[in-house]
């Protein structure tokens, strides 16, 4: 997706560690009109399909899954990185090692908003090594749900993510894929 490339080149900042820091429109401060765009082009890329609800991770897969969720006319369910006290005991769990933050925590989704046979798209902003895309796939199959696929907004495809969860049959469209990118700011797409 153009825009989404774009942007990127614009106003993407290469950290170390192969992060790509997006606060400036998408994971701090949004750019809404981007992330309808975007939402639009995920409504575009799965319209021959069923989808019954979309499923992302707080915080940052919120936004374009919401945009995404408006088109479908479906609901958006958001898996939680941490429990409160008031979250149900009755919830799917699977682990995540977080790509960013090198630790590990569990994913959690109440059991109450996921059901047996519901047609689920996934969705988030960034594909890398696959643990978070991984956990959501994994919580989705144990509720018995059919996964149509996953939209990711910025996949890094020289990372192992994308082809692990390619090749074990998932269909995964990203609008942005980063072949290589440096600290000295190049970043390459496919
Ligand atoms: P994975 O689990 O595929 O290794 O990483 C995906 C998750 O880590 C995403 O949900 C995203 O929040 C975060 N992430 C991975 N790579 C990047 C990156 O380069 N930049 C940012 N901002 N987040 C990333």
Redesign the pocket.
């Known amino acids: 997706m153009k825009l989404l490339e774009d942007r990127i080149l614009r106003d993407g900042k290469v950290l170390s560690g192969?992060?790509?820091?997006?606060?400036s429109f998408l994971?701090h401060q949004i750019d809404v009109e981007l992330v309808d765009a975007m939402g639009e082009e995920f409504f575009r890329l799965f319209s021959g399909e069923r989808i019954d609800k979309i499923i992302t991770?707080e915080s940052?897969?919120i936004s374009v899954a919401y945009s995404t969720a408006r088109c479908f006319k479906v609901p958006l369910v958001f898996a939680k990185k941490s429990r409160s006290v008031n979250s149900s005991d009755d919830f799917y769990s699977a682990p995540?090692?977080?790509?960013?933050r090198k630790t590990s925590y569990d994913l959690t989704l109440s059991r109450e908003y996921i059901s047996k046979g519901e047609r689920i798209l996934l969705i988030?902003?960034?594909?890398?090594?696959?643990?978070?895309?991984?956990a959501l796939r994994d919580i989705c199959l144990t509720a018995g749900a059919d996964i149509v696929g996953a939209g990711i907004a910025?996949e890094?495809s020289y990372?192992s993510?994308g082809k692990t969860l390619r090749d074990s049959g998932l269909r995964i469209e990203s609008l942005a894929m980063i072949s290589a990118m440096s600290e000295n700011g190049e970043i390459k797409f496919c």
């Not at 192969?18 to 606060?23: E, M, S, T, Y």
């Not at 995540?96 to 960013?100: E, L, M, Q, R, W």
């Open positions: 192969n992060v790509l820091k997006v606060d994971n991770i940052s897969g995540v090692v977080s790509f960013t988030d902003d960034f594909l890398a090594t696959g643990s978070a895309l991984i910025i890094k990372q993510g």
